[in-house]
């Protein structure tokens, strides 16, 4: 079964093996030499976090998945334009409108 993944701007360097699309997609982006981007697999650890994150703040599972990624990542901030997600502290929310 394929694992989810998500991603996430963090430190480190995660690679895809025996993923067909997934692979690709890192592959171009290796490509292009992106620096801050890493891929996470979708462990439990993450799961958990995105969980707690949906249940306390009422998210969508795909902003719990991104967020909870972030924080269980160790990620310094994400970015977003969702205001919704300002309500998290467990991370830096910067909106894009700010940047």
């Known amino acids: 079964m394929k694992k989810p993944w998500s991603w996430v701007s963090s430190r480190g360097d995660r690679r895809l093996e ?18 801050n981007i890493s891929l996470f697999p979708l462990d439990l650890n993450i799961a958990d976090q995105a969980v707690e994150l949906r249940a306390q703040h009422h998210f969508k599972t795909p902003d719990a998945i991104q967020l909870g990624t972030a924080v269980a990542c160790g990620a310094e901030y994400i970015i977003t334009n969702d ?17």
């Open 18 to 35: 025996g993923r067909d699309k997934e692979c690709q997609k890192v592959r171009r982006c290796e490509g292009q030499k992106e620096k």
């Open 83 to 99: 205001k919704e997600w300002q309500r998290v502290e467990e991370i830096q929310i910067v909106m894009v409108g700010d940047l």
